[in-house]
């Protein structure tokens, strides 16, 4: 079983439309991140927790808000969503308890998003 | 704010070949070094880390990479490439503290037979 679940793992939905983007995890890791992949601009940075109290905006978290419902879960969602948001999610997560080796993220799947 | 440089967007290359990717960063005073591999249409698998230690780190498939503290770079090779390789590599940088990764724009390997 993944130890890093993303869902759904494609969507297409029409601009303006609310969309979340669900991430759990069973590595009890307590730290998350949302990226979003877009070709020849590499993974930027979209918001990060650091627990289920500390929520971080990244790069460009305009247009994005996130959750943390659960050291285990971390959604993101798109408001209102505009054509420019199509793009490849990815969702990762890191241990903040293992010494230096907690700056290893790991990665889920990824949820490809194509808003029309 | 850390940054991450990956100074060849594709590489095309000859089944068996060598091959180095490229990847500098921006000076810091400690940093740890990842490389990731993405094949096609699949997530980000890690492939190899610099944490401290040794500057030359093996990794999976083997691949390796030398990190260069004066040249504020860490590239990656392999000395005999398959077709199985072709994907995309990301760098991506951390420095020491409470900061995420930084990831380079990625370079397309094809690997030609």
């Known amino acids: 079983d993944a130890d890093v679940t993303q869902t759904p793992r494609n969507r297409i939905t029409k601009t303006g439309k609310r969309i979340m983007l669900e991430c759990s995890q069973t590595k009890g890791h307590d730290r998350m991140y949302w990226y979003r992949q877009d070709p020849g601009l590499g993974l930027r940075l979209i918001y990060y927790s650091f627990d289920v109290k500390d929520i971080n905006k990244g790069e460009i978290s305009d247009g994005y808000s996130v959750s943390r419902q659960a050291q285990a879960k971390f959604s993101l969602s798109l408001e209102s969503a505009i054509p420019n948001q199509t793009a490849l999610y990815f969702c990762a997560t890191s241990d903040s308890t293992q010494g230096i080796w907690y700056n290893e993220q790991f990665f889920g799947p990824g949820t490809r998003l194509t808003v029309l | 704010a850390q940054s991450v440089t990956q100074l060849d967007s594709q590489v095309p290359v000859f089944e068996e070949a060598p091959v180095e990717l490229r990847c500098n960063y921006s000076?810091?005073?400690?940093?740890?070094l990842f490389w990731y591999v993405q094949y096609p249409n699949q997530g980000l698998q890690l492939l190899l880390k610099?944490?401290?230690?040794?500057?030359l780190v093996k990794g999976i498939n083997g691949f390796e990479a030398e990190f260069n503290k004066s040249q504020t770079s860490f590239h990656l090779r392999k000395p005999s490439v398959h077709i199985s390789d072709t994907a995309e590599y990301f760098c991506a940088v951390r420095n020491s503290g409470n900061t995420p990764l930084v990831f380079g724009k990625g370079t397309r390997l094809s690997v030609i037979a």
């Open positions: 610099y944490l401290s230690g040794s500057t």
């Open positions: 000076s810091s005073v400690s940093v740890y």
